[in-house]
Each structure stands twice: as C-alpha cells, then as structure tokens.
C-alpha cells in the first residue's frame, strides 16, 4: 500500500477559509440556511466550517445538523458487510430553509443522493446546496455535482482519497492511497 | 463486525448479548426515526413480510404491522380464524403456499411451543417469533429490557421481578433468559400453583410475598392472569389474588424507595395493578408500547439485511 500526499494541513486551512468566505457571499448571515453535514465524515468538516465562520468571519447565527443517511442507502444487502447507523442530530425543521450538504469526499454520488431523500423527512427545503471538501470528478454514477469544492482530484477507481482530521485521525491531511 | 448471530429471531435463549446490544443500539437510531416529522426510511423496500397470527394479539400484531410500515416493507396479513387452516391445511403447507408468493420473512405467533422453531427448520423464510405458546416471546423481552435499560440507564445489577402468572407466561420465560444475558437479577413472585416447578433452576430467585419482592427490586414486571390458558384452578377467586398479588399505591407508599413498574398489557385493571398506579409516572407502560415499535424496527432491519439479495 502506498500514499500520496495531496493536501497538508496549510492548505486544508486556506480551502477552508475560501470555502467560508464563498459561503458567506452566498448566505449572508445564514439567517436562513443550516449546514448538514453527512455522518459519519462529512461531521468533521461541518464542524470545522461552523467553527470558522463562527469564530473567524463573526456569523453569530449558525444552525448546524448532523444527518445520518445508513436506512436510506441504496445497497442494502447488497454488500459484504452490514450497514452501520450513525446519529442523526437535527433539532430543528427544514421546512423552506437554504440546506448546504457538507461531505469531506464526493465520489459516486450515490450518498448524496441517499441524503436527498433522508431529509426529506424534515420537511421541505427551499433549496439545497452541495460543498466538498474532495471531488473526485469522472467517478459519479449519478448526475450530482458539488456547489462548492475544495480540491478536484483525479483518482482511478481502486485508489482511495483519505480525509485526516486533527480530531479524527491525529492530522489534518488528504492523501490518495492506492492498495 | 455488527451483525447479528442469528438469521431467525426464535428466542432469547439463542441470542448472546452482544446480540441484545446491537439490538438496542439500532433501536436507539430507529427510535429517533419514529419520532420526526416523517417516519418512514425506504431500507426495506424490496422485502414483503407475512404476518401470521395462528393466536389473537392486538398490541404485537400492531406493533410488527407498524414497524414494518416504516421499514417501507410490504406487508401481508393473516390471521387463522379467517383462514384454511380451518379447513384442515398443515402449518408447512400455509406457509409455503404463502412463500411461493414470494415472501421473504415471516412474522409468526401460534399456540403451540417451538412452532417457530419447527417452521425455521422446514422453510426457506427469516422468522420471528411473535409469542409461542408458553414459550418465549422475544421481542416483548427485549422491549422490556430496552425500557429498563432508558429509565434506569442500564440493565446490569439491576434487580427485577417478575410477578403473577408465570406458569402461563412466554413474557416471563424470554424476560428472564434477557435479563440473564445483561446481568440483571432476577426474581419470580406469585401464587404457588402458578410458579413452574424447578423454576428457580434458571437461577432465579423464588419468592411467594408481594411486599418482600418489592421490597428487594428496582423494577416490578406485573404480569396477566391468563385466564384463557387455564384448565383448572389456580386460585380460589380473582378477590384474592388482588390481594396477595396485586399492586396498589398503599403497597408502593410502605416502599422505601420508588420503583419503576412495567407491564407487557392487556391489563386487567384493578387485579394485577390499580388504575392510579398504572397511570401513575412510575409506570412505564407507554413507553414500553413506544419501543415496541422501535425494537421491531431493529430486529427486523437486522435480520432483513442477513437476506441476500
């Protein structure tokens, strides 16, 4: 197994920082959009965003939800092994609000599209939007596209693109990993 | 790996308790699905479940029926007294006949012991056992201990007693092998004549006084009196087994401590347990209901995804 470094810590730090400040110019004040990050990996960014635009860019008002999507997927029983659920953390309706999904990796597609069904049962949005930290272009399945993206990254199908997080994992890091 | 060990839910006495724990874990995840505003998830949309009831239920029929529903499996129903079972149909021919339909997993309560087990040797369906006789009844079982382990936030060193029929009572048999299994303590009360012989060989403890049972529990499972079940006398009138058996607020107040009170339902009001404390917050005889649901979703969820595509 080897790994490539394709993102080190500075540079995950100025993605993030852009992809704030592309937020803001969006959503303003995020008095009507919440932030949803994907469990179980997209939490770590949402979490990360959160912080900064809190902390960083002075948003006083950010709602933030976690949505575990496992009993929407599509390949249940189709895998090896069995679906694991995550929490789902969503205190609050969705009814007519500016969604922004949040994963670390998009890939198939095939989540996102599971997401879009999940939160439905909170009601309907007015609209929902997709941002990644990774998009791993000419590997979709479905016609979904990320709104924001951090790093486009060619990677044929048997490498892996790993996301490190200083809370998960010890670093913040990307790396391809080829098996 | 999280999978259960089992392909069929047939009892307790099959699971071990890293089973239970996946079990709730799930249930805890399904739990927070039934309570948004929209509570259904499509995971088990390519699965069709028969519900064959060979026995009268309202509660668990419903329950099943529902967390199947927001499973999003279809679901189909049956119940013997409209059926051809009447007409002399064997149990493998009702079921297979309702198997070459193309179902994939049964959920089954009959009067006789080990039916379950015996269609889980014959047929090529997931099964769960819905109530067996006097046998066992595991997802009564585990909602019990799910509803202990959420009001007293475990189940280990707690101690439990279970009290009245027990001679008749499936809820008894697969609560104790549970409670076992999650390092409770265990103990049966009631009349003499409805404690199986050798009971406490299951190593649990044997007690004939109400007053000293509750003395020495955390939470008090009361238990029916089957009626239906019984072929001759137990007792000599329901006026006194209230008595002796049935629980009061006059008897919790003498208590020097709060206990937490459970019931699998129906209940007969005012014999086995007083309308005041029934509806009283110490009992927790809707929530019981509530997991129910949630507790059905996470069996099945489980033993739908062992079903290979």
Redesign the interface.
């Known amino acids: 197994m080897s790994q490539k470094l394709l993102l080190n810590a500075k540079e995950i730090n100025i993605i993030l920082h852009r992809l704030a400040c592309q937020l803001i110019e969006k959503h303003n004040d995020f008095s009507n959009t919440v932030l949803i990050g994907i469990q179980p990996r997209g939490k770590f960014l949402a979490n990360r965003l959160a912080q900064i635009l809190k902390s960083e860019y002075h948003i006083k008002h950010i709602q933030l939800g976690l949505l ?1 999507i ?4 599509d390949d ?3 895998g090896e ?8 953390e969503i205190n609050f ?1 969705v009814e007519d609000k500016n969604i922004v999904f949040i994963d670390d990796v998009l890939y198939t597609g095939r989540s996102i599209r599971a997401a879009l ?2 939160i ?4 309907r949005p007015n609209e929902i939007e997709l941002l990644t930290l990774i998009d791993r272009r000419f590997s979709r399945h479905l016609p979904i596209q990320p709104d924001y993206r951090g790093r486009q990254v060619d990677a044929i199908n048997k490498e892996k693109v790993k996301v490190n997080w200083l809370e998960h994992g010890g670093e913040d890091a990307v790396y391809l990993v080829n098996n | ?3 259960l060990s089992v392909n069929h839910l047939l009892g307790i006495k099959d699971l071990n308790s890293r089973d239970i724990q996946l079990i709730f ?2 249930a805890d ?1 399904f739990k ?2 039934i309570n ?9 949309r390519d699965i069709t479940i028969a519900n064959l009831f060979f026995e009268n239920s309202t509660r668990t029929k419903l329950s099943f029926e529902l967390a199947e529903k927001r ?1 999003s499996a279809d679901v189909i129903n049956f119940s013997a007294s409209q059926s051809s079972v009447k007409k002399g149909e064997t149990l493998i021919d009702t079921v297979n006949n309702i198997l070459s339909m193309k179902v994939d997993m049964v959920v089954m309560r009959h009067p006789n012991p080990g039916a379950c087990v015996f269609l889980s040797q014959h047929v090529n369906a997931s099964i769960i056992n819905a109530g067996d006789g006097a046998h066992e009844h595991p997802t009564q079982a585990l909602l019990d201990s799910y509803s202990i382990r959420e009001r007293l936030g475990k189940v280990q060193g707690k101690n439990v007693v279970i009290v009245g029929d027990i001679l008749h009572s499936r809820v008894a048999l697969s609560n104790i092998f549970a409670l076992q299994l999650q390092g409770a303590n265990v103990m049966v009360c009631g009349p003499k004549t409805l404690l199986p012989k050798y009971i406490d060989k299951l190593g649990v403890k044997v007690e004939t006084n109400l007053k000293k049972a509750l003395e020495w529990c955390d939470v008090a499972n009361m238990l029916r009196v089957q009626n239906e079940r019984m072929d001759m006398t137990y007792f000599p009138s329901t006026r006194e087994y209230t008595q002796q058996y049935g629980v009061n607020r006059a008897l919790l107040n003498s208590l020097d401590k709060e206990i937490t009170i459970m019931h699998p339902g129906p209940i007969n009001r005012g014999v086995e347990i007083t309308s005041d404390v029934a509806d009283s917050k110490q009992a927790i005889i809707l929530e019981q209901v509530q997991n129910g649901v949630a507790i059905r979703m996470a069996v099945i ?2 033993l ?6």
Do not use: C, W
């Open positions: 575990d496992t009993f929407f997927r249940f029983r189709r092994k069995p679906l694991e659920a995550n929490t789902t309706l069904t999940a439905q049962s909170f009601g | 790996m999280s999978e874990e799930t995840h927070e699905v948004r505003p929209i509570k259904k998830v499509p995971s088990l499973l969820y489980l739908a995804s062992k079903i290979k595509h």
